[in-house]
């Protein structure tokens, strides 16, 4: 056996992360990268940093077998080069606007069935939004789905930044004129953390979220900069300290004077890292009705081995736990076992009935079973309200 003494791998980041830290000079460095076209063969162009390609050259790259050698170069700028790519042209204006006309007739029924609207990053109500876009597509226009998530582009770079076994979920966006931009964030998961919970994350996991999903928009309309395409800062998803950094003023204002912004012609296919900086624009037009499909896909690997019934385990345990709190058991001690026992996270949710009303995102299980055991529930209240969070939680 070797005597050989461990060595970690330095390119694993360790220990916390902390608010403190965030230094604007340090991601000013790592903006200082460029992004050289000579890097990305299949690649057509450099825009403002951003890598344009074009569509029919990417297919066609595709057809001479070069699949494997395109994926990795995608890979290499979501992770390395901007962080950003755009195919033009990525699909076709027919399938574009059948899928259009069935979000519209959706966004028309849902509103006429009301209920409470929220946004992560926008104001509510700013904006006409889907939430599962996908599932709803497909139940309304089974032919549309299918000749959209048909498109070999879409498959292209789930696989590049995530390989097989993906899965995607969509939220149709519209904008109306005179919608506010968003703030500047990063996306899911850490993303919809505010600073305080990410920075209970270790250092490596906030390595690790950026390589769990990958974000995609498509341009259901021509989207000229006046109409408030999004505002991206190309690079800024390798600065390390990135989920704690963007809720400070300094990188906020940044930001607000230094992005910068694509106009995408109806049909483009944008992909970017989930950790580069960006914020939906303010449509500052007069008529146009800027209507996106915003793709999140996911890796294969984000779930537990073992199917676990947690509403069952938390009703089970709870009067056990309850009684141990009320005769003494410090509630810090309480919450490793809710921890154990309940769903600590609150995604995935339907997003219709459990909506990120007044903050990112909803409560979770163990959210719940910690206040049932902070205001001393009785289990049946506890049941009652699991049942419902549950019900919340359901695809319609």
């Given amino acids: 056996m070797s005597t050989a003494p461990y060595r970690r791998n330095p390119a694993i980041p360790v220990g916390a992360l902390r608010a403190e830290d965030c230094r604007l000079d340090d991601l000013l460095a790592i903006l200082d990268d460029t992004t050289d076209l000579a890097d990305y063969p299949t690649a057509s162009a450099v825009e403002q940093g951003v890598l344009r390609y ?120 519209v904008v109306r004129p005179g919608g506010k931009a968003q703030t500047v964030h990063r996306d899911y998961h850490l993303g919809f953390m505010d600073s305080a919970q990410a920075a209970r994350y270790p250092a490596h996991v906030h390595a690790l979220s950026a390589v769990l999903t990958l974000q995609g928009a498509v341009a259901h309309v021509d989207m000229p900069v006046e109409a408030g395409p999004t505002l991206y800062l190309p690079h800024s998803q390798k600065y390390s300290h990135g989920y704690l950094a963007y809720w400070q003023p300094d990188f906020q204002d940044y930001f607000i004077a230094n992005h910068i912004q694509l106009p995408l012609t109806k049909g483009d296919l944008v992909w970017f890292n989930p950790a580069l900086m960006h914020a939906a ?112 939680k359901l695809s319609h």
């Fill in 54 to 173: 074009d569509g029919a050259t990417v297919r066609a790259a595709l057809a001479a077998g070069r699949s494997a050698e395109v994926e990795a170069e995608l890979a290499r700028a979501w992770a390395a080069g901007p962080g950003i790519v755009v195919l033009t042209g990525a699909f076709e204006a027919a399938v574009i606007d059948r899928v259009s006309t069935a979000y519209d007739a959706i966004i028309k029924q849902e509103k006429e069935t009301g209920g409470p609207k929220g946004d992560h990053f926008g104001e509510p109500g700013a904006n006409d939004r889907i939430w599962n876009a996908l599932e709803k597509l497909a139940v309304r226009d089974p032919e549309a789905f299918v000749a959209y998530y048909s498109n070999a582009l879409v498959a292209l770079g789930a696989r590049a930044w995530l390989g097989p076994g993906y899965q995607v979920t969509a939220q149709a966006n």
């Fill in 281 to 392: 624009g303010t449509n500052v037009s007069a008529d146009i009705q800027r209507m996106a499909n915003l793709l999140q896909v996911s890796s294969a690997f984000g779930r537990a081995m073992e199917s676990v019934n947690r509403e069952r385990v938390v009703n089970a345990i709870y009067p056990a736990l309850l009684t141990a709190i009320n005769d003494g058991m410090p509630l810090d001690l309480g919450d490793h076992v809710v921890a154990a026992s309940a769903e600590g996270y609150a995604f995935p949710s339907n997003l219709d009935r459990d909506q990120p009303v007044g903050g990112m995102a909803p409560p979770s299980q163990a959210d719940l079973a910690q206040t049932a055991l902070a205001e001393r529930w009785t289990s049946d209240v506890l049941a009652e309200r699991l049942a419902h969070q549950a019900w919340t």
